[in-house]
């Protein structure tokens, strides 16, 4: 199934997914052309993979160099319309985790996300939208982490009782609780 209808089959949790599935619908259909690269620089297509543990009860995180935060894995499409193989490709190089498997290959999450202007490798990159398409993975908390310099600072496993105000902003707790109920209502549901 291609991309388009893996995001049009999404089954919404919530309004803000229905709104966003809707918007990135409309977006993917005006700008087929460039929306799984960077060259739209108002939006495009990303992967993300929320990496648990088998037990669900850990979360693997980066320190997001660019963010300076914990954060999940992801990035960009890149021309590249195999999402789930985008999340894991992600999540392996961010991490150094070699052997990950997807919970589910149906998507977890649909969420526009915003991006402030920031500087990379030397280059200004203007502020834009993530249509960011999510994906719960799994591995083994034996698995060697290792740091990607380039993306992160740190890598590290957080007990899903961490993912509060108090060690996260207001949207981060939001989408993260919301990534953590679909994997145990997935898991609930085998």
């Known amino acids: 199934m291609n991309y388009i209808d893996l995001i049009k089959n999404f089954k919404p949790s919530n309004e803000q997914e229905e709104a966003d599935q809707r918007i990135m619908l409309n977006y993917v259909e005006a700008y087929q052309d460039n929306v799984l690269l960077r060259d739209n620089e108002i ?4 992967s993300s993979g929320f990496i648990m543990n088998p037990a669900l009860d850990k979360v693997l995180l980066i320190h997001h160099n660019i963010r300076n935060a914990w954060a999940w894995t992801g990035g960009h499409a890149d021309g590249d319309d195999d999402l789930l193989g985008v999340a894991i490709k992600e999540a392996r190089e961010e991490t150094g985790v070699q052997h990950i498997i997807p919970l589910t290959d149906r998507i977890a999450s649909l969420d526009i996300l915003p991006v402030f202007s920031h500087t990379r490798r030397g280059k200004y ?4 939208l993530h249509l960011s398409v999510a994906y719960i993975l799994i591995c083994e908390e034996s698995e ?3 740091i990607c310099p380039g993306e992160n600072s740190g890598v590290e496993w957080l007990a899903i009782d961490k993912f509060t105000s108090e060690y996260f902003d ?3 707790v939001y989408l993260y ?3 953590i109920h679909f994997a145990k209502g997935l898991n609930n549901n085998q």
């Not at 990159?125 to 834009?128: D, G, I, S, W, Y």
């Open 125 to 128: 990159v203007n502020a834009h």
């Open 43 to 46: 939006a495009h297509i990303t």
């Open 177 to 179: 609780n919301k990534l």
């Open 144 to 146: 060697s982490l290792s």
């Open 170 to 172: 207001a949207h981060d």
